[in-house]
């Protein structure tokens, strides 16, 4: 399935429900999703692309870490929307969109072939095929 990345700050931030300027969004603390293979995010990809520098305070290697770090701060951070929208219903959190244009995420499973036939596997593999499926729809 694909997904595309919204910005995420706490719901009660003076900054919140009102736009917010490319500089505004960038002078603020970050907390980023980091890969742990080395290769940059969607997010560092585009920043570089951009030529533009956000604050960094925190990096994390789970994106269902992020809207955690936002509440209660001044904080931004980029999570998938399927993520965000299952997160404001539980944070106090808002959703928006970042300054900046970004790809999309696709989310893929992968599995080792020597385990294709494997029962366990397979009804792991049709419930996530059904909730992405879902997620898609809502």
């Not at 533009?52 to 951070?77: A, C, E």
């Not at 997160?87 to 080792?112: G, N, R």
Request: charged content about 20%; some cysteine.
């Amino acid at each position: 399935m694909q997904d595309d990345l919204v910005a995420i700050q706490w719901r009660a931030h003076s900054g919140s429900a009102k736009a917010m300027s490319q500089l505004e969004y960038l002078e603020r603390p970050h907390a980023v999703y980091c890969r742990t293979d080395g290769h940059e995010t969607i997010e560092q990809e585009t920043l570089n692309r951009l030529g533009l520098r956000q604050r960094t305070q925190f990096q994390v290697p789970y994106f269902t870490l992020l809207p955690q770090l936002v509440v209660n701060t001044d904080i931004i951070s980029l999570v998938p929307r399927s993520l965000a929208l299952h997160y404001v219903k539980i944070f106090d959190i808002d959703i928006f969109k970042p300054p900046f244009e970004l790809p999309t995420m696709d989310l893929v499973m992968i599995w080792a072939r020597s385990r294709e036939a494997f029962p366990d596997l397979n009804w792991l593999r049709n419930l996530v095929r059904q909730a992405s499926s879902e997620a898609e729809c809502a």
